[in-house]
């Protein structure tokens, strides 16, 4: 049985992994963008086009990885080793997102052209350098300078070789909007930058395609710079147990998720509790009077129960306790909003009614089809040959059904203990909407509306893995109800 479990757990892990790579591909494969929703667009990611809404989804992307590539994704979220800017420094990262668009010039060939970003001073950069960067970019700014001057500018940028270049493609992208003239703004930069660079400055067209061209360079041929990751935070990812931080709340989810299963674990395990402690006897006594009215009864209510929709059902109870003046049971929340003003007992009674509702929600569907299973389950048993060995031996009816045809029956119910688990931990999305719950079930929803690829990941990673326990449960169990069946 030890070599059994260790297998079992072993595998585990590359299936874990597997569900992983199958929810990222899903997740970037659907239509929408986080950063889109996150600027208030539809689910399609439709944005206008304004500058400032373009850049302020582009610094977004940048923020959370969102602009490099999705091997590169994926092996972060993974880990154990941090590849973002802040990991470790045993990798380097672009410093700019790399944006680039092959455009076919009216004369004939191509042109890459780079979409302009501001970049900023690269890591690392002495302060006085920096310093003399933004006054002789200021000085190639300047049409009045003079050309001594501006050659002075040139010779110092090139200088200070890739270190000036955010100086540089700083003033580019001030410049980007510029109307073409010859001589100009335009043309002193981008020759301070051929000056620093094999970057050639292309003739015979616009202003703005030269810079466009300029960031294409960058992006692409020659440039694209690469700094070392600063080492801050060197261990990320799944495999540190670390799941990042919501990307537009910025709460740490692993904390988020203790405290929203520390709502959902206990009011489903109660309901799952309460469910078998119903069902089994249900399905029971059906067996024990099938064919008879009662049978008939027992049947009817609990086919009417499994077929209610459990969001109307949840509905119902909203409208009974809430809006009829029947106002013996609180409807939404955990707690009324001056509980914690209440002594212990009373805070406690308080939470206990606050649960009854959504436990007779998330209960009643499965007690229904639990004690279908078990009715069934039990139904084969007693047509078994030594069960009516059993009997002939002269038997008690209690004896022969609790004691030789309980165990065996049970196997069809504890092989549902598959799907308790991930429901013990994902909880009902349906029924936390309804009571205005802060579950799990909940919190999964809020990810998928704002497109967080972290909640997204997290919820769905974890109720992967509690379903391979549910399994692994319930193959152990087999064994302890039925002696017959050993795991090798």
Known sequence: MFAFILRRLLLMIPTTFGVALVIF????????????VMMGAGGAGDLSSSSDVEGRVARFRR????????VVQFLDYVGPVNLSRDGASWFSSPYTERTTEEVELEGGGTLVLGEPLLIGTLPGTDPLDADHAEEWRMTLLDDGAGQSSWDEASRGLAGLEDEGLPAIFTSLFELRNQSDQAGGAV?????????????RMPEGIDASSRVGRAFGWYYTEGGGYRVQNTGENTWGGLLALDLGKEMQGERPIGAELLKRMSVSVPLSLISVMLAYLLAIPAGIFSVRNRGTRRDGLVTVVLFVLFAIPTFWAGLMLLQIFGKTGWDLLPV???HDKDADQLGTFAYAWDTIKHCILPIVTLTYGSLA?????????MMDVISQDYIRTARAKGLSEN?????????????????LLASILPVLIGGSIIVEMVFDIPGMGLYAFEGLTKRDFNILMATTILVGIMTQVGILLSDITYSLVDPRIRHE
Do not use: C, E, W
């Not at 591909?25 to 889109?36: E, K, Q, R, Y």
């Open 369 to 377: 089809y639990l004690s279908r299973q078990m009715r069934a389950g």
């Open 25 to 36: 591909a899903i997740f970037h494969a659907a239509p929408g963008d986080p950063a889109t």
């Open 63 to 70: 923020k959370h990885g969102l602009d490099r590539s999705l």
């Open 399 to 415: 004896v022969v059904i609790y004691k030789h045809a309980l165990r065996n029956s049970m196997i069809p119910v504890i092989t």
């Open 187 to 199: 043309d002193r930069t981008l020759a301070a930058l051929s000056a620093s660079t094999d970057f």
């Open 332 to 334: 939404l929340g955990l």
